[in-house]
């Protein structure tokens, strides 16, 4: 079993900036791709950003250029960060891991954009 805590959600004004970490702890041997998922109100659940284990990074265009998705394979942990926020970022983000053939979520944090 894997659990992921997610932290670095929040509120803060358009153009602004925060950062999201998850760390996975429990029974893991390789974690295979790590990735952010968020869900707004309204919406279905989409993929933002996810990193495979040697690190090639694939994103959804709208974050293109402003988020960046990193990880530390010794640590099992995932970084978002997010740059020139706007309103429409505002969602519930979910990290996700791969582990062989079975797949783990966090609980969820809360990112505002709004003046």
């Known amino acids: 079993q894997v659990q992921l805590v997610e932290s670095g959600g929040g509120l803060v004004q358009p153009g602004g900036s925060l950062r999201l970490s998850c760390a996975a702890s429990?029974?893991?041997?390789?974690?295979?791709?790590m990735g952010w998922y968020r869900q707004a109100p309204g919406k279905q659940r989409e993929l933002v950003a996810v990193?495979?284990?040697?690190?090639?990074?694939n994103y959804v265009d709208s974050v293109k250029g402003r988020f960046t998705i990193s990880r530390d394979n010794a640590e099992n942990t995932v970084t978002l960060q997010m740059n020139s926020l706007e309103p429409e970022d505002t969602a519930v983000y979910y990290c996700?891991?791969?582990?062989?053939?079975?797949?783990?979520w966090g609980q969820g944090t809360q990112v505002t954009v709004s003046s």
């Open positions: 996700n891991a791969q582990v062989v053939v079975s797949e783990y």
């Open positions: 429990g029974s893991i041997s390789r974690i295979n791709n």
């Open positions: 990193i495979t284990y040697g690190g090639t990074t």
